[in-house]
């Protein structure tokens, strides 16, 4: 797989390609800088059922919820810190 470039504006990228590599950045996130498993999938499985959820983006901070919700230290970005 390519490396990803830094450089480009998301205008410049494959979207194919770039959704790959962020699942593939998720996929390999170092296990122990990373919730548990359980504690991942209540987390998407709240951003899933809440209305700020678009294309995978948390319209409150426009992060990937999938890459938000694997770190210990976030939390939900919404007003009601739904996790
Ligand atoms: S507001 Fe919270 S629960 Fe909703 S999508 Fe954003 S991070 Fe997820």
Known sequence: MRKP???????QLDP??????????????PADKRVSEEVYRKR?????NCP???????AQCGCYVELRALKPSMYCAGVKKLW
């Open 5 to 11: 470039c830094r450089k480009c504006l998301l205008a």
């Open 16 to 29: 194919d390609e770039y959704t790959q590599n962020l699942l593939e950045y998720i996929k390999n996130y």
């Open 44 to 48: 998407l499985e709240i951003c899933q």
């Open 52 to 58: 700020e959820l678009a294309g995978g983006i948390c």
